[in-house]
């Protein structure tokens, strides 16, 4: 079984370098990224886990959360060794629908 995922912003440490939010979101179905605004920095930290994710492998077992959601983070360390922040992913799995 196939899912899609949406993947929400759930918190922001500092200042996010690429604009998001707390609550800014973008999808993925099948192997197509639908949204406005998605930063690669962010995408680099969880492309290794979204395949696994999205072809039904547990979080637990890829460490990342529990039932259907995992957390990420993006690689920017913030303050004093950048002037971004740090942004925690919520990856929420859905069935996907054909």
């Known amino acids: 079984m196939s899912y899609e995922v949406i993947v ?3 918190e922001v440490r500092g200042r996010c370098a690429a604009g998001y939010s ?3 979101s973008f999808h993925i ?3 197509c990224l639908e949204g406005s605004k998605i930063c ?3 995408l680099s930290s969880m492309l290794t886990l979204l395949s696994p994710f999205m072809k039904g492998v547990k979080p637990e077992l890829l460490g990342i959360g529990s039932g259907d959601l995992g957390y990420v983070q ?3 360390p913030g303050p004093p060794y950048t002037c971004g ?3 925690i ?3 929420e799995r859905k069935k996907f629908l054909i």
Do not use: S, Y
Request: aromatic share 10%.
């Open 29 to 31: 179905v099948g192997f």
């Open 89 to 91: 992913f919520e990856l």
């Open 22 to 24: 707390e609550g800014d």
């Open 85 to 87: 922040g740090t942004v």
């Open 8 to 10: 929400r912003v759930k």
């Open 40 to 42: 690669i920095h962010a």
């Open 74 to 76: 993006c690689p920017d």
